[in-house]
Nanobody
Framework: VQLQASGGGLVQAGGSVSLSCSASGSIFSISLMGWYRQAPGKSRELVASTTNGGMTTYADSVKGRFTISRDNSKNTVVLQMNSLKPEDTAVYYC?????????WGQGTLVTVSS
């Protein structure tokens, strides 16, 4: 499984950014796709994830502001981030799980200026 992420960049506080991640390769039975982030000096943390059954999980810090959606026909997951805060600044990583094996995409930087 290969994951290609796009989106991100510099945005002002209160603004919005959308991240997209497309899966390719042997994509059968990808059970979960999601986004993690890693801020400078901090550990990588879950932001949001969605299963192929439509169950979503969000970090408490992003609930009500971020929305994850998945297009199974396009093998794509999108993270819509609204009401961004400076503390959302981080490198965001796409992740997919297939048969209990996890795959990471390349990171994409989101910088939120105050």
């Amino acid at each position: 499984v290969q994951l290609q992420a796009s989106g991100g960049g510099l945005v002002q506080a209160g603004g919005s950014v959308s991240l997209s991640c497309s899966a390719s390769g042997s994509i059968f039975s990808i059970s979960l796709m999601g986004w993690y982030r890693q801020a400078p000096g901090k550990s990588r943390e879950l932001v949001a994830s969605t299963t192929n059954g439509g169950m979503t999980t969000y970090a408490d810090s992003v609930k009500g502001r971020f929305t994850i959606s998945r297009d199974n026909s396009k093998n794509t997951v999108v993270l819509q981030m609204n009401s961004l805060k400076p503390e959302d600044t981080a490198v965001y990583y796409c992740r997919a799980v297939q048969w209990a094996t996890g795959y990471w995409g390349q990171g994409t930087l989101v910088t939120v200026s105050s």
